[in-house]
T-cell receptor, first 112, second 112 residues
Framework: KQEVTQIPAALSVPEGENLVLNCSFT??????LQWFRQDPGKGLTSLLL?????REQTSGRLNASLDKSSGRSTLYIAASQPGDSATYLC???????????FGKGITLSVRP | DTAVSQTPKYLVTQMGNDKSIKCEQN?????MYWYKQDSKKFLKIMFS???????INETVPNRFSPKSPDKAHLNLHINSLELGDSAVYFC???????????FGSGTRLTVV
């Protein structure tokens, strides 16, 4: 059974700081790993999707890496802004029916 | 031109009632899902359909019944609503069970 862990549950940083959000998973037989952003009271917005054959993906100030052998993924946010404040979730599909298992998310607060 | 749309966005109803939530995607994806986000913000899969065929049915009370009339639609019907059913329900889709997911904006269900 896949378990996805995100620690810490919450993070507060000053504006402009570069930061790394961590995600770990127990079953390395994943097809891909996806990072999402959720704003309060809103749905999930896909940020980056890393296929199992890839090591990283980049979009603007975001960079996500994937290390299947160690069961880890990181989301790097460069030059953080108050608008980056949200909950960030990672998720990975595993198993015959590729059930997507989510971590509990990291709630990020970027202080002006 | 919303990719995954759910209706209604908010639903307030009394215990014991029967209600339905509708979901439609215009991405041409073959796989659709229902997820439940509880009060602690944890996302957990409920059902998944691939080409109108049920492929994932988690431990969900049988008061919950999904219906997929075609690949673009996946509706969720809930009978005899209980207080504990209050949550945000998200619909999602992916090209294949192993593909990246696109989520709807959620339906906030409140049972009083």
């Amino acid at each position: 059974k896949q378990e996805v862990t995100q620690i810490p549950a919450a993070l507060s940083v000053p504006e402009g700081e570069n930061l790394v959000l961590n995600c770990s998973f127990t079953d390395s037989a994943i097809y891909n790993l996806q990072w999402f952003r959720q704003d309060p009271g809103k749905g999930l917005t896909s940020l980056l999707l890393i296929q199992s054959s890839q090591r990283e993906q980049t979009s603007g100030r975001l960079n996500a890496s994937l290390d299947k052998s160690s069961g880890r993924s990181t989301l790097y946010i460069a030059a953080s802004q108050p608008g980056d404040s949200a909950t960030y979730l990672c998720a990975a599909p595993t198993g015959a029916n590729s059930k997507l298992t989510f971590g509990k998310g990291i709630t990020l607060s970027v202080r002006p | 031109d919303t990719a995954v749309s759910q209706t209604p966005k908010y639903l307030v109803t009394q215990m014991g009632n029967d209600k339905s939530i509708k979901c439609e995607q215009n991405l041409g994806h073959d796989t659709m899902y229902w997820y439940k986000q509880d009060s602690k913000k944890f996302l957990k899969i409920m059902f998944s359909y691939n080409n109108k065929e049920l492929i994932i049915n988690e431990t969900v009370p049988n008061r919950f019944s999904p219906k997929s009339p075609d690949k673009a639609h996946l509706n969720l019907h809930i009978n005899s609503l209980e207080l504990g059913d209050s949550a945000v329900y998200f619909c999602a889709s992916s090209q294949t069970p192993q593909g990246g997911y696109t989520f709807g904006s959620g339906t906030r269900l409140t049972v009083v």
